[in-house]
């Protein structure tokens, strides 16, 4: 008795309708306090990015505009790190994007590196190939996308999900392409390991705050563990998460 005539005074003068509005408001302050918090990261990322790029020999084209769909100055930064400090010889990457400018700039400077890009979109390609590119040389796989399935869920991925890439050695493969799918997103790379991996390796996932691309990841370190293969993984966080998957030797990676 008691409890239907709480329920009926709240009604009465509003009550339930302020709560849900106090309740709503909370939502709107948690969601533009993690916006904040998100720009605040990008911003300090853009600086200690440019700090640490300002006298690199191999990046001579330093006007970069990461951020939006592209990947965000966090993972840039992550990027040069590794090519700068680890020197990779073999270089994949899925998307083509501002993270190219680094990688080809850097396979440009060091003759015994092999860098290819992955991009199914004809008209991004040659329009990024003016400007920057008609200096360089780079090597983009035109390769179309396909709706495929990987353990009975439908993912996008890139034809014949890359096969032709088994038995090719990388020690660096950035996955940023194709676009998103709720499950298994980004699976091509699901269907190439552990056989293009070198023996030291490190693999970014882009948009790993999505839950197709953490279950990727999940299902990655599932199939290299399988084989025996120790990794090291973190995430880092910027405006978006990259998440950092690496070979025992390199997990200094994971404190950078």
Known sequence: MKKIIKQFIWKL?????????????????????????SLQSEILMSAKFNDTINEC??????????????SDYGLMYTLFRILNDIHPHRILEFGLGQSSKLIHQYANYYDDTYAVTYEH???????????LFEQYQINIHNAEL?????????????KNNCKELIGQR???????????????????????????????FCIIMDD?????EQETINELKEILAQHCIKTFQTIY????????????NLHFLTTL
Do not use: M
């Open 13 to 37: 003068f509003g009550i339930n309708r302020i709560l849900f509005e106090q309740e709503q408001l909370g939502t709107k302050l948690t969601t533009l306090l993690a916006q904040q918090q």
């Open 57 to 70: 020999p191999w990046l001579k084209y330093k006007n970069l505009s990461a951020g939006g769909w592209a």
């Open 170 to 200: 990388f020690d660096l493969i950035l996955i940023d392409a194709p676009f998103g799918s709720p499950r298994y997103s980004r699976s091509q790379i699901l269907n190439i390991i552990p056989d293009c991996l070198s023996d030291s």
């Open 121 to 131: 979109d004809v008209k991004w390609i040659d329009f990024f190939k003016k400007g």
């Open 208 to 212: 790993y705050n999505r839950n197709g």
């Open 146 to 158: 396909e709706e495929t399935q990987y353990k009975g869920e439908n993912t996008l991925s890139y």
């Open 237 to 248: 966080k910027a405006s978006k998460n990259h998440c950092l998957i690496c070979s025992e």
